[in-house]
Nanobody, 125 residues
């Protein structure tokens, strides 16, 4: 079992930055592939970024590539999402997710067994 708690969301102006954190309560954090997803009302949950167990493999959605950076510190059981040059379309609830497997192809919500409660990010224009 893995419990995930996100933090760091908030209200920011367009062009600003935020850093999200996701703390995991598990002894084997380094055994988990970690991902970030986001969702807005009426839309499906959307993949944002994914990082492998040691951080050697990272994958981003095209919409955030060059602006967002995912990282992890296994000694702290924490994964981060640094978000720069934020746009109004980045607004949504951001969720942290974990799974033991690294699947090929575009990451999907169904690839992850464990989810946090989410943190709201609002970017004003």
């Amino acid at each position: 079992q893995v419990q995930l708690v996100e933090s760091g969301g908030g209200l920011v102006q367009s062009g600003g930055s935020l850093r999200l954190s996701c703390a995991a309560s598990t002894r084997g954090f380094s055994n988990y592939v970690m991902g970030w997803f986001r969702q807005t009302p009426g839309k499906e949950r959307e993949f944002v970024a994914r990082i492998s167990w040691t951080g050697s493999s990272i994958y981003y959605a095209d919409s955030v590539k060059g602006r967002f950076t995912i990282s992890r510190v296994n000694a702290k059981n924490t994964v981060y999402l640094q978000m720069n040059s934020l746009k109004p379309e980045d607004t949504g609830v951001y969720y942290c997710a974990a799974d033991t497997s690294l699947r090929t192809g575009a990451p999907m919500p169904g690839h992850y067994a464990y989810w946090g409660q989410g943190t709201q990010v609002t970017v004003s224009s």
